[in-house]
């Protein structure tokens, strides 16, 4: 993993701007995210976490079922940003998600940044590999944390060591 902070985060903070925005349009009753793909600089996919189709009778968190059985990634009816953006990219521009990087965001009810925690999620891991992602990039304590796709995976399997 490589930490960017101070000045070194310039560059990147945009990024994380942008996936704080789309975060806004979430509707999951559980977080707010929003994720955002990049290639050479250019924001080339959105997503935010909501039921599929934006559609409320999708929504299954509202339902009265033991959630603690399931994995912490599983925990909700929604489709993560992550995988949003992700069918975005390869919906849209499919020739530039290899090499790209996922950057990823978790706001409050205001829209202020808060930390978007250790790797945990073996879909969006998986996923991100699968479509050629080479990086994932996570907001915590006033900077990035910047994984390898395959080290973002690797860390995904031991959270749940």
């Not at 349009?25 to 793909?37: D, F, L, P, Q």
């Not at 079922?65 to 992700?86: F, G, M, N, Q």
């Not at 009810?109 to 073996?122: Q, V, W």
């Not at 796709?149 to 031991?158: A, I, L, M, R």
Request: aromatic share 10%; charged share 25%; glycine share 6%.
């Amino acid at each position: 993993m490589k930490r960017v902070v101070g000045k070194n985060l310039k560059e990147i903070k945009p990024f994380f701007d942008a996936a704080a925005k789309i975060a806004q349009k979430a509707t999951c009753k559980r977080a707010k995210c929003g994720s955002v793909i990049v290639k050479n600089g250019t924001i080339i996919a959105k997503g935010y976490n909501s039921p599929p189709q934006d559609e409320e009778p999708n929504r299954m968190c509202n339902k009265d079922w033991d959630l603690s059985i399931k994995p912490k990634y599983d925990k909700t009816c929604c489709v993560h940003a992550e995988w949003r953006a992700i069918i975005d990219a390869l919906k849209t521009h499919p020739q530039d998600i290899a090499g790209s990087t996922l950057y990823f965001m978790r706001i409050d009810e205001k829209g202020n940044f808060t930390d978007a925690g250790e790797p945990f999620c073996t879909v969006c891991s998986r996923l991100s590999m699968e479509a050629g992602i080479a990086e994932f990039a996570l907001w915590n304590n006033n900077g990035a944390d910047i994984y390898k796709t395959p080290e973002y995976n690797q860390k995904s399997y031991n959270f749940y060591r």
